[in-house]
C-alpha cells in the first residue's frame, strides 16, 4: 500500500500558530505585550528578558525529559540536553568569574526559593538553627521568616530561625546586633541576601561572625546577581560557602534559580554532592515546570531543558563587556532618582542605595504603599507595596514603594535624560498646595494642576487597601484622570526628548 504524506486531522494542531489554534490565549498574550511595552515596568523583581532568551525559552527543547545530571539521566535521548546544561554550568562561571577548582554550579532549580531550600537542605540537618534578615527589614520569606502566630515559610518549619535587623537610626545592617545575638544563637548557617534592601553588603563582616561559630555563610544575591556578575557591588564569592540566585531579576534572564557551592576546603570537600542531592531528588523530582508547595510538604521540579537554555543565553550575555555598561546604568538610574526624591524632601530607607532599587518610606506622607500601587495601575505604571524597617502592616497595608531601576535601564534611559523618572514623578509627587510636579530631572516639566492633584487625591482614598479592586474607582472619575494626565504625558515627552514616555 502507498504510504501517504498527508498530516492526520489529530496531527494537524502540531504545526499551526498559536493565533490559530487558540485566539483566545493569543488575546491575551497580546494584550499583556501591550500592557508591558505602553506602560512603566517598575517591580525590582522583573525585568525585560531578550528575544533571544525567549526563542532558547520557547523551543523544541520543551519536548524532553531529562531526569538527572549530565552524564546521569534516567532516559536516554540526552546527549545534546547534557551539552547544553554543561555549557549553561560553564557559563555560570565564567559570568560570576569564578575558578572551576574552587568553585561548582547546579543550574537545575526552577526558582529562587527552591533553590534557597535545596541549599539549607544540604547545608543542614532537620532543626538545625540560621539566622537570615527579618521579612519586615527587608530579608525574603525563604530565609527563616515566622511571625509570632504561625511557621509562615519551610525554612521555619523544618529548621529554628533568628532573624537579625537593622539599625533604627541608621537603617543599614546592625551586623554588631547580628553578632551578638549569634553568640546567644549559635547558629549552624547565617544567611545574606534580602529583597527589600537599597544598600550593599559587608561579606567580610558575615564571614567573621560565621567563623566565630563554625556556620556556613550563605548569599542569596537574587536581586543583585546581575550587579554582582558586573562587579559592581561587593563580591560574596570571596567569602560565602553557598551563593544562591534566581536568573530573572537584574541577570535578565529566565525564571529559575542557580546553586553555586565551594568545592575547596576540607569543610566543602562533599558540598557539591550535597548540593546535587538536595537538589535531585530530594527536593526535585523531574524536569517540568509546573509545582507543589505546601506549608508541609515541598514537591517541587527541576527547570526544563528549554529553561537552561534560555539561562545559558543570558549567561552569555552577562559575560559581555556591554553588560558592566548596563549594570552600571542600573545603578546610576536608582541613584539619580533617590537624590532626586531626597531633594524634595522624600524619606527613602536608609536616605538612598547602593544597588537597583529605591525604598520609599511613604509613612510621613500618610499614604500605604497599596494606595499608590493601586493608581500606578490606574495610570499604567506598575510597581509593588513593600514592608519598610518598623512597619507594623508589612503583609497588609505596607507603607513602603519599591521603586526599581534595571527595566528603565533596559529601556535605554539614562539617569540625565529623566524621562522615566518624570513619569513616576507625575503620580506620586503631589504637593499639598495642588501642585503636581516631576521629579528625576526634569525640573522644567512642571504642571500646575490643582484639579489633577484633587483627582489623584480622590482616587488614593478610594484605592486604600489591598481589598480593594481597581473597578472601585468610579469610571467618570477614571476618565477624568486619564484626560488631565493625558495631557501632560504628552507633553512630558516633548519637554524631555527621549521618547521615553511614548
Not at 329 to 347: H, I, M, P, R, T
Not at 382 to 407: C, E, F, M, W, Y
Amino acid at each position: 500500500m502507498a504510504s501517504s504524506t498527508a498530516t492526520p486531522d489529530f496531527n494537524k494542531a502540531l504545526y499551526a500558530p498559536l493565533g490559530e489554534i487558540d485566539p483566545e490565549v493569543q488575546n491575551i498574550i497580546d494584550k499583556e505585550t501591550w500592557r508591558q511595552y505602553s506602560g512603566l515596568e517598575l517591580i525590582a523583581s522583573e525585568n525585560l528578558t531578550s528575544r533571544a532568551t525567549m526563542e532558547a525559552n520557547g523551543s523544541i527543547l520543551t519536548n524532553k525529559y531529562s531526569e538527572g545530571l549530565p552524564n546521569a539521566r534516567y532516559y536516554g535521548g540526552n546527549e545534546w540536553i547534557d551539552e547544553l546544561e554543561l555549557l549553561c554550568r560553564k557559563r555560570a562561571l565564567e559570568a560570576f568569574h569564578l575558578d572551576p577548582a574552587q568553585w561548582g554550579v547546579n543550574v537545575q532549580p526552577y526558582s529562587g526559593s527552591t533553590a534557597n531550600f535545596a541549599a539549607l537542605t544540604a547545608l543542614l540537618q532537620p532543626q538545625d538553627r540560621l539566622m537570615g534578615l527579618g521579612l519586615p527589614d527587608g530579608g525574603h520569606l525563604t530565609h527563616g521568616y515566622y511571625t509570632a502566630k504561625k511557621k509562615m515559610t519551610a525554612s521555619s518549619i523544618y529548621f529554628q530561625s533568628l532573624p537579625y535587623g537593622l539599625d533604627p537610626q541608621t537603617q543599614l545592617i546592625d551586623y554588631e546586633g547580628l553578632a551578638k545575638h549569634a553568640r546567644l544563637f549559635k547558629p549552624r548557617l547565617l544567611i545574606c541576601g534580602a529583597s527589600a534592601y537599597p544598600r550593599d553588603w559587608d561579606y567580610a563582616a558575615l564571614r567573621k561572625t560565621a567563623d566565630e561559630h563554625g556556620a556556613y555563610l550563605m548569599a542569596d544575591i537574587a536581586h543583585t546577581s546581575g550587579l554582582i556578575a558586573a562587579q559592581e557591588l561587593n563580591d560574596p564569592f570571596a567569602y560565602c560557602d553557598v551563593v544562591t540566585t534566581t536568573t530573572h531579576k537584574t541577570l535578565r534572564g529566565p525564571r529559575a534559580g542557580l546553586i553555586f557551592f565551594r568545592k575547596d576546603g576540607e569543610k566543602n570537600k562533599d558540598l557539591e554532592k550535597r548540593v546535587n542531592d538536595a537538589v535531585f531528588p530530594a527536593c526535585q523530582a523531574a524536569h517540568t515546570t509546573t509545582y507543589v508547595l505546601s506549608s508541609s510538604v515541598v514537591s517541587t521540579v527541576l527547570t526544563a531543558p528549554q529553561t537552561i537554555a534560555g539561562i545559558a543565553v543570558a549567561l552569555l550575555q552577562a559575560s559581555q563587556p556591554s553588560w558592566k555598561a548596563y549594570a552600571k546604568q542600573v545603578v546610576s538610574n536608582a541613584g539619580a532618582l533617590a537624590d532626586e526624591l531626597v531633594k524634595e524632601g522624600y524619606k527613602l530607607q536608609t536616605g538612598g542605595t547602593d544597588n537597583h532599587l529605591v525604598l520609599w518610606d511613604l509613612r510621613p506622607l500618610g499614604l500605604t504603599g497599596s494606595k499608590v500601587e493601586k493608581v500606578g495601575d490606574l495610570l499604567g505604571i506598575t510597581i509593588n507595596k513593600n514592608a519598610v524597617s518598623g512597619d507594623t502592616n508589612a503583609r497588609g497595608r505596607a507603607h513602603g514603594r519599591a521603586l526599581p531601576a534595571p527595566q528603565r535601564a533596559a529601556r535605554a534611559a539614562p539617569a540625565e535624560g529623566g524621562g522615566l523618572e518624570a513619569a513616576e514623578g507625575l503620580f506620586v509627587h503631589a504637593e499639598r498646595d495642588g501642585e503636581v510636579r516631576v521629579t528625576g530631572g526634569a525640573r522644567e516639566a512642571q504642571c500646575a494642576g490643582r484639579a489633577a492633584a484633587a483627582h489623584l487625591e480622590q482616587v488614593l482614598l478610594l484605592a486604600d487597601g489591598p481589598g480593594a479592586a481597581v473597578g472601585e474607582v468610579p469610571d467618570a472619575l477614571l476618565d477624568e484622570v486619564v484626560d488631565i494626565l493625558e495631557g501632560e504625558w504628552v507633553r512630558l515627552n516633548s519637554i524631555c526628548g527621549t521618547g521615553a514616555l511614548t
